[in-house]
């Protein structure tokens, strides 16, 4: 039975793309992320602080750095990887040639977008910081000549307009204070400001899952889009473009994955 359900998987390639996205579901170590579940209000505070140190899981970082390094191999071979290209898209036009520009990636893991930046010959200053140690470990193993700390996204210790590009760097939505999280990424920019793939929520208030992610339990924000543009005006910061990843229509509406590029006002922050 197992000889025959092989031959149909390599004969019928599709049938393979089928059955990962069954397992998704029912097997966490098949998907980044998998068994969402919709919190109700009244639990949102109470998960999020009993989940808060879920992304400081030592398992986490070689269990992400398996799919990225076959990522980055595919990038590197010239090959499309969606995320990859959304951000070299929106940075490529503001990146200047001779000219030596800092940036800051937040929540940056093991500081693969280092790589990406190299790869497609942008000529950013890369600094990177995380809320885990684990993967700040790895990532100076790893770029043992670029900067890493390990910083609260909430609360950086960075002064104020400290580099020229910030990147949040798919990390707002596992902050259960991303308002803070979005007032403080603002504030130590001096130009551009980057929130790469955020989830958003079209036409409902903002929802909170839990989910299984590296095989390890979290929450996962999906701001409301109305919320997430005014906190981003509040803060000073006018959209210069935005790259849509995907969408998708839930039982409950419509949602997306955005990367949205912001310039900084010359008022911001004094």
């Known amino acids: 039975m197992k ?15 089928a059955a990962k996205l069954v397992m998704s579901y029912v097997d966490p170590r098949f998907s980044v992320s998998s068994q969402y579940v919709l919190l109700a209000k009244s639990k949102v505070s109470g998960e999020a602080e009993r989940l808060a140190k879920s992304w400081t899981a030592t398992s986490i970082p070689a269990r992400q750095r398996q799919l990225v390094d076959r990522q980055l191999q ?12 959304a951000f070299v898209d929106l940075l490529r036009p503001h990146a200047q040639e001779g000219q030596s ?17 190299r790869l497609r010959g942008l000529p950013f200053v890369y600094n990177g910081c995380d809320y885990s140690s684990a993967f700040i470990e790895m ?24 580099f020229d590009t910030v ?6 939505l596992h902050i259960p204070n991303y308002e803070t999280a979005i007032a403080e990424t603002a504030r130590v920019a001096r130009n ?3 929130f790469h793939r955020t989830p958003l ?13 590296y095989g390890v339990k979290t929450i996962e924000i999906h701001l409301s889009q109305t919320l997430f543009y005014q906190l981003l005006a509040d803060r000073g910061l006018k959209v210069v473009q935005t790259a849509t990843l ?3 229509q839930t039982p409950r509406g419509p949602a997306e994955v955005v990367s949205v590029l912001c310039r900084k006002s010359e008022s911001s922050y004094g």
């Open 3 to 17: 000889n025959m359900a092989r031959r149909l998987l390599k004969r019928y390639p599709r049938l393979q793309d």
């Open 74 to 85: 595919d990038f590197a071979a010239g090959k499309s990887i969606e995320a990859f290209d």
């Open 101 to 117: 520009q800092s940036l800051l990636e937040i929540g940056c893991s093991s500081g693969y977008y280092s790589d990406v930046l």
């Open 139 to 162: 990532a100076r193993s790893l770029y043992p000549g670029l900067n890493f700390r390990v910083e609260d996204a909430t609360q950086l210790t960075y002064p104020d307009a400290s």
């Open 167 to 172: 990147v949040s760097g798919c990390c707002l």
């Open 192 to 194: 551009l400001v980057l």
């Open 201 to 213: 929520v079209i036409g409902r208030p903002t929802e909170v899952f839990t989910k299984v992610a």
């Open 246 to 248: 995907t969408t998708e």
